[in-house]
């Protein structure tokens, strides 16, 4: 013991020398400087002393006063001073990898060192983390996954979980966890930051925590609705709220009086949203009408319109645009890449700024561009809090974003443009604001803003529980009901009871709700793990592989807007057997194929694949093989994984296995097939789908992956499985009831289809009875 004490205390030694070294040095100094100049720096000492008294402290305050990048580094600057660096153990969770990334980096450089010393990072499939490491930037998964392993988080000295405000699911899962580790480890700190002031609600889940907020300064930001903006563009609202539209495609050659042309789409989109001022007083189809947003006419002119306006008039500054999500930044960035101003690199460099973006781009979103070009970033709503531009004079709202919901009555999970909330939109416009005045134009109407909700709604309250209760069962922290019950605000009962239903259908839980020896496998990632099992068993590992990581990242099939149908026969060529899932196979193959000849990023072009997509599929799947060998259901004779991998039929069946219960029944007619699933009716397929081009499809199931309630219920990826595969592989479908009924299947058969379920067992009987004959 008193040799370890000995290393610990030379290393810390060491430690203190350096940062001293560093910030006597002439670049130390100038950093310094910087960083004295952040609101946060100011309450340095407050916030140590604060935290020297309590366990628990809240901070909030505005973003960009220095919360992430320097209350952490405080704490690691603090404990090394006191020569006691070597010995503390800092954890910082982000919500989204990208921010893990940028921010451990932009700390490891404050601190005049390289990525990996004492700063480091973690998140899924990528890190940067050395044995120095004392402060370690991940996303709250990945400290969830340490949980996993060690749920007292052994050696760990402060946890500072960031962005509490978002109450993303993972960060209100990891409170609940947290509360009851603090009584187990009374030496062990915790930090909660958050960008907005309803810093109250946390202090008081935490027995009331002190809460210290961080005051700080913005210019003013000139602010532009909907109304002005139109006015600039000689649209006119005249007092009836009718707008005269002079020419939608000439919208950006200001004072250029056109011909008045027949009320086109933009006014009706203007009209409507000026309408939703009292969103109340309107049935839910207008008020869902009101939501879809359809930036392909007025949101994407006008954008392209005010970027020319800054362009041309303003005075320098970069230039921050929101979007509603990631297709339409592409959308978008395409366009304006054939745009006379906007597409000139000489005049503007634009970049894009989104959760799945790699790390060289986000260090360009950092820089500065050169004298006379203009920085403009189309970015989701990331940029509303976790990342901080520096230069940004002037910000662009759409008014929207992408938010994943949950209907628990019907178990689907959606995913739709939602407008945004009043604090969001506030965080927006701050964005405009801080190196100098700046201004903002919201995209809509200020009466649409009125009626915006003050907070978006927790995430726990509006998405499916499954992979949350699974970790709660893997933690071992108890009855699911009850540990939900003790959260910051508790999910739906219903919502609770379909997610447990769930999991024990796939054989996550038993009976009792307890984990079952399947269930530990893949604590952490749900989609398709039975398959991959299975895969493994039926020596079909590598096809089951791709599926499985394909599923697990960003659709790798691109549908550019303007090129919808290139793209569309560009998958085509992977198709001919029902399935999207084969087609990814078949498009991965050939780009494994491809890119052994360093060709991967030309066969991608051509395909229409992204090639980061397939990138991460390749990961993935070298991850997910690992799992497969620590298991020991893999050994390293990577050719005996593989005897069946060409039998297309043996694959669907694997498939069925990880997919069920995402069935849906298909139901031909004269011209072509509909589909039905038991809780949702009718339900439609993507148009990139496969399947979606088929008039008949010869197999009476489609087994899908997700389903999404956009307007109507869509199916995303499926495949077509014959009688037996479901019968066979099914999941828990096989099982009967007490009388020998064969339960689920049972009842969907009733529900759909002539001839009952007697007959089908038959005809598949049948087909067994051969295939054991041949
Ligand atoms: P908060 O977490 O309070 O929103 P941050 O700690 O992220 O604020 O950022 C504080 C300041 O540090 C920002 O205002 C910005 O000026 C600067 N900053 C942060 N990240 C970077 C970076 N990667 N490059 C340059 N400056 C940065
Ligand atoms: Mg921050």
């Known amino acids: 013991k008193a040799v370890g004490e000995k290393i610990l205390r030379r290393r810390s030694l060491q430690m203190h020398d350096q940062q001293q070294a560093w910030q006597e040095s002439p670049e130390g100094r100038r950093m310094l400087e910087f960083r004295r100049s952040l609101p946060a720096y100011k309450e340095k000492e407050a916030i140590l002393s604060l935290l020297s008294r309590n366990q628990v402290v809240v901070i909030s305050g505005e973003t960009g006063c220095g919360k992430t990048t320097q209350i952490p580094q405080f704490i690691l600057e603090s404990e090394i001073e006191s020569v006691r660096g ?65 749920r007292n988080l052994t050696g760990v000295t402060h ?27 009374p030496e062990m700190k915790l930090i909660l930051m958050s960008a907005t002031l309803d810093s109250e609600l946390f202090s008081s889940y935490f027995n009331g925590a002190p809460v210290m907020n961080i005051p700080g300064f913005t210019y003013p930001v000139r602010t532009h609705f909907l109304e002005d903006i139109l006015e600039m563009t000689g649209y006119r609202l005249t007092t009836s709220n009718q707008i ?46 009101l939501l879809c947003w359809n930036p392909d006419c007025i949101g994407f002119s006008l954008i392209e319109y005010i970027l020319c306006m800054i362009c041309e008039n303003e005075r320098p500054g970069a230039v921050l645009v929101f979007m509603t999500g990631w297709d339409d930044i592409s959308t978008l960035k395409e366009k304006f890449l054939a745009h006379p101003v906007l597409g000139d690199p000489n005049r503007v460099l634009l970049l894009t700024c989104h959760g799945s973006m790699g790390s060289s781009e986000q260090r360009l979103i950092f820089e500065e561009p050169k004298d006379g070009v203009r920085k403009i970033v189309l ?24 938010e994943t919901s949950y209907d628990a009555l019907n178990n689907t999970p959606c995913l739709l443009p939602t407008w945004i909330s009043k604090v969001s939109a506030q965080q927006r416009r701050g964005r405009a604001g801080r190196v100098q005045p700046g201004v903002c134009y919201h995209i809509y109407p200020r009466c649409v803003y009125d009626a915006f909700a003050e907070y978006q709604l927790p995430e726990i309250l509006r998405t499916p529980l499954q992979s949350l209760c699974l970790q709660i069962k893997s933690l071992r922290l108890g009855s699911i009901p009850e540990f939900l019950s003790r959260a910051l605000q508790s999910p739906e009962i219903l919502a609770v009871q379909n997610a447990i239903e769930y999991l024990k259908i796939i054989g996550a839980l038993d009976e009792n709700e307890n984990l079952t020896t399947l269930g530990r496998f893949f ?41 919808k149908d290139l793209a569309e026969a560009a998958k085509s060529q992977f198709a001919g057997a029902y399935s999207d899932h084969l087609a990814l196979i078949k498009a991965y193959e050939g780009w494994k194929d491809a890119e052994l000849d360093m060709g991967g990023c030309e066969y991608c072009w051509k395909n229409f694949l992204s090639a980061q997509s397939m990138k991460a599929i390749d990961a993935l799947r070298r991850e997910f093989r690992c799992l497969l060998k620590d298991i020991g259901l893999v050994d390293s004779n990577t050719a005996n994984c593989n005897l069946w991998s060409c039998d297309v039929n043996l694959i669907r069946a694997v498939i069925c296995y990880g997919l069920y219960p995402g069935i849906c029944a298909v139901v031909h007619n004269e011209k072509s097939f509909s589909l039905k699933t038991m809780e949702d009716g009718q339900v439609l397929l993507y148009s990139n789908s496969v399947n979606a081009r088929e008039t008949r499809i010869p197999y009476p199931w489609l087994l899908f992956n997700e389903k999404i309630k956009v307007n109507s219920v869509f199916l995303r990826d499926s ?17 009967g009831d007490a009388d020998g009924h064969l339960k689920m299947l049972g009842g969907y058969l009733e529900f759909f289809m002539e001839p009952p379920v007697a007959d089908l067992y038959q005809c598949v009987k049948r087909e067994l009875d051969d295939l054991i004959q041949r």
Request: neutral net charge; glycine residues 6%; hydrophobic residues 40%.
């Open 86 to 150: 070597a010995a503390c153990n800092i954890i910082c969770t982000q919500p989204r990898r990208i921010s893990a990334m940028s921010v451990s980096e932009r700390v490891a450089y404050e601190r005049g060192e390289k990525l990996g010393e004492s700063v480091g990072y973690k998140v899924r499939l990528e890190g940067m983390k050395g044995r120095d490491t004392h402060l370690l930037f991940c996303t709250t998964g990945i400290l969830l996954r340490r949980l996993l392993a060690d």
């Open 159 to 185: 946890v500072i979980v960031d962005e509490i405000h978002e109450r993303g699911m993972n960060e209100d899962f990891l409170l609940i966890v947290l509360k009851d580790l603090l009584p187990h480890r």
């Open 244 to 289: 005269d539209d002079y020419g939608q495609e000439r919208m950006w050659k200001m004072n250029k009086q056109v011909p008045r042309k027949r009320k086109s789409q933009i006014a009706y989109v203007v009209e409507d949203a000026i309408r939703a001022a009292d969103f109340k007083d309107y049935s839910p189809q207008t008020q869902e009408s």
């Open 379 to 402: 970015a989701t709503n990331i940029a509303e809090t976790s990342i901080t531009i520096n230069d940004v004079v002037f910000v662009l709202d759409c008014g929207k974003a992408k």
């Open 523 to 563: 604590p952490l990632s749900l989609s398709l793990s039975l398959s991959l099992i299975l895969g493994a068993i039926f020596n079909c590992l590598d096809p089951i592989l791709t599926v499985a990581a394909g599923l697990s990242v960003r659709d790798p099939f691109l549908t550019p807007l303007d090129k």
């Open 719 to 735: 495949t077509a499985v014959p009688d037996a595969v479901v019968l066979l592989f099914g999941g828990n479908l096989l099982k």
